[in-house]
T-cell receptor, first 111, second 114 residues
Framework: GIQVEQSPPDLILQEGANSTLRCNFS?????LQWFHQNPWGQLINLFY???GTKQNGRLSATTVATERYSLLYISSSQTTDSGVYFC?????????????FGKGTLLTVNP | NAGVMQNPRHLVRRRGQEARLRCSPM?????VYWYRQLPEEGLKFMVY????????ESGMPKERFSAEFPKEGPSILRIQQVVRGDSAAYFC????????????FGNGTRLTVT
């Protein structure tokens, strides 16, 4: 079946540190998105990034579709970055709208 | 508020009752999705709707669950005769197009079945 594997599963950082989260997927993709679920359960879309590189403030993401992975970079982390980061990809073909989520990376940023 | 609006935020139902969850998509969005997040599990796709049409309900349990997105008003996810296993967070999302635009989620409805 469709696989979305995220690593690491857990990550603890001191405020100010940088981090890289990885998402591997098992098939070609043309719908790849990153989300942040904060401790209150809200899901925020960070990036729609089926290929290439995007940046938004301290966050940036790169997807290398030919090698089937995507990376999320967090620089100068803040306590408000804590939460779970999900990678999600669309199913190839006609059901591309249907996202399959990875299990997430639980990030804890300590002051 | 231009975001995806879901209500109620929390819903408690006794076994056998009905649960109705509502969702208004972002302004300008006509594609609506429902996802379920169970404890210790990731988010799972349930259903994809456009106005007055169910496009894909392959993730919906075959019984007791139904969804609609009428011409007027919010999308509704309806769970009849709830059981304890239905306790979960139900998220609604919307997008501008079906396949090549970001998905924006509401704050979710936490359903607890007692």
């Amino acid at each position: 079946g469709i696989q979305v594997e995220q690593s690491p599963p857990d990550l603890i950082l001191q405020e100010g540190a940088n981090s890289t989260l990885r998402c591997n997927f098992s098939d070609s993709v043309n719908n790849l998105q990153w989300f942040h679920q904060n401790p209150w359960g809200q899901l925020i879309n960070l990036f729609y990034i089926p290929s290439g590189t995007k940046q938004n403030g301290r966050l940036s993401a790169t997807t290398v579709a030919t090698e089937r992975y995507s990376l999320l970079y967090i620089s100068s982390s803040q306590t408000t970055d804590s939460g779970v980061y999900f990678c999600a990809r669309g199913i190839s073909g006609g059901s591309n709208y249907k996202l399959t989520f990875g299990k997430g990376t639980l990030l804890t940023v300590n002051p | 508020n231009a975001g995806v609006m879901q209500n109620p935020r929390h819903l408690v139902r006794r076994r056998g009752q009905e649960a109705r969850l509502r969702c208004s998509p972002m302004k300008g969005h006509s594609h609506v999705y429902w996802y379920r997040q169970l404890p210790e599990e990731g988010l799972k796709f349930m259903v994809y709707l456009q106005k007055e049409n169910i496009i894909d309900e392959s993730g919906m349990p075959k019984e007791r669950f139904s969804a609609e997105f009428p011409k007027e008003g919010p999308s509704i996810l309806r769970i009849q005769q709830v059981v304890r296993g239905d306790s979960a967070a139900y998220f609604c999302a919307s997008s501008l197009t079906g396949t090549d635009s970001p998905l924006h989620f509401g704050n979710g409805t936490r359903l607890t079945v007692t």
